[in-house]
């Protein structure tokens, strides 16, 4: 249960340092999204704030992990100042150009087979089907904020909600280290988009092994300026699964039965979707987001 109900707050082993506290009245509730990218407060402070927090995976090749890093940001996350109510998935679309990167109506898939049995993590299908590489920063505008409010008051019975926020709920993007650290690679990120992103949404960043997120923030300037809404979360019981390696271990013909959903293999299998010639898709191919950014750059070059 969320923290500061009267229910007993389930916890996972290595988490009972967590203690649940009693709701305050004017203590916002967070609500979480796994690709979710935009808030707004609820102005009625005399009832909890309510939030959202997202997910971004750039390419999410498999669910598995993604599926795996929401679930990390449980109601448990923030005790007595966030309230997890849901998560969303978004799928990026297939003009995102990333080597191995399958069609998207199989990740989607994938993702809503990876998520049936969740009660608060769903499958956003909006950025799949763009046409064209759609930067985070708008995915998280209010226009796609009013259709996830609606989501969330229309939600069907098989996601059952036991806390119904008021108001629009604030959208957190939800992330790993990695995306963390990309922002400092040339020409991926339009330093705008990131302080957009920071500033006005907030990250909740998953550390992993061998990371160090809070040195990265440091000597980034925006990151620095912003850092009270950046939320780091340490992942203590450590879990080395990766899409990288499911691919990997599926073009050799390894199992890889409980690294992924049943659900998931069996789709996998029955469509033969991660082999050598689907990891040399896009070979060559330029990234869309260096291809745009570098474009955009030469262009305002020659304007100067």
């Keep these: 249960t969320t ?12 988490e009972e340092h967590l203690q ?7 203590q916002p509730a967070v609500q979480v999204v796994g690709r979710v990218h935009q808030a707004e407060v609820n ?5 909890p704030m309510t939030a959202m927090m997202s997910e971004c995976h750039l390419d999410q090749q498999l669910q598995l992990v993604t599926a795996d890093t929401s679930e990390k940001t449980d109601p ?3 005790p007595g100042k966030y309230r997890v109510i849901k998560g969303i998935i978004s799928p990026v679309g297939d003009a995102y150009r990333k080597k191995g990167l399958i069609p998207a109506h199989h990740r ?9 049995n969740s009660h608060w993590v769903e499958v956003d299908t909006w950025e799949s089907l763009q046409k064209e590489w759609v930067e985070t920063v708008k995915v998280l505008r209010p226009g796609r904020k009013r259709k996830w409010a609606e989501q969330n ?4 019975p098989k996601k059952p909600q036991a806390f119904k926020p008021t108001g629009v709920p ?23 988009d990131i302080t957009q992103i920071v500033a006005n949404y907030g990250l909740i960043c998953i550390t992993r092994a061998g990371s160090d997120a809070q040195k990265f923030i440091y000597e980034s300037d925006v990151l620095w300026r912003y850092q009270s809404n950046i939320h780091l979360v340490d992942e203590w019981i450590t879990n080395d699964i990766s899409s990288t390696k499911i691919r990997r271990a599926l073009r050799r013909g390894q199992s890889i039965r409980y690294l992924v959903p049943d659900l998931v293999q069996e789709y996998i299998e029955k469509h033969d979707l991660y082999s050598s010639e689907s990891e040399d898709r896009n070979v060559g191919v330029i ?11 030469k262009h305002n070059s020659s304007m100067a």
């Excluded at 923290?3 to 290595?14: I, M, N, W």
């Excluded at 649940?20 to 004017?26: M, N």
């Excluded at 989607?108 to 049936?116: C, D, P, Q, R, S």
């Excluded at 990234?287 to 750059?297: D, G, S, Y």
Aim: glycine share 4%; aromatic share 4%; proline share 9%.
């Design 287 to 297: 990234l869309a987001p260096l291809q745009r950014n570098i474009a955009e750059a």
């Design 108 to 116: 989607v898939i994938m993702a809503e087979l990876a998520t049936k």
């Design 3 to 14: 923290p500061g109900s009267s229910e007993p707050v389930t916890r996972r082993a290595g």
């Design 43 to 47: 102005h009625d402070d005399t009832a």
């Design 170 to 192: 604030r959208v957190k993007l939800l992330c790993g280290a990695d995306l963390l650290e990309s922002f400092s690679v040339p020409n991926l990120w339009k330093i705008e």
């Design 20 to 26: 649940p506290e009693p709701v305050r009245p004017r």
């Design 76 to 78: 448990t996350l923030y």
């Design 153 to 156: 008051q229309n939600s069907s």
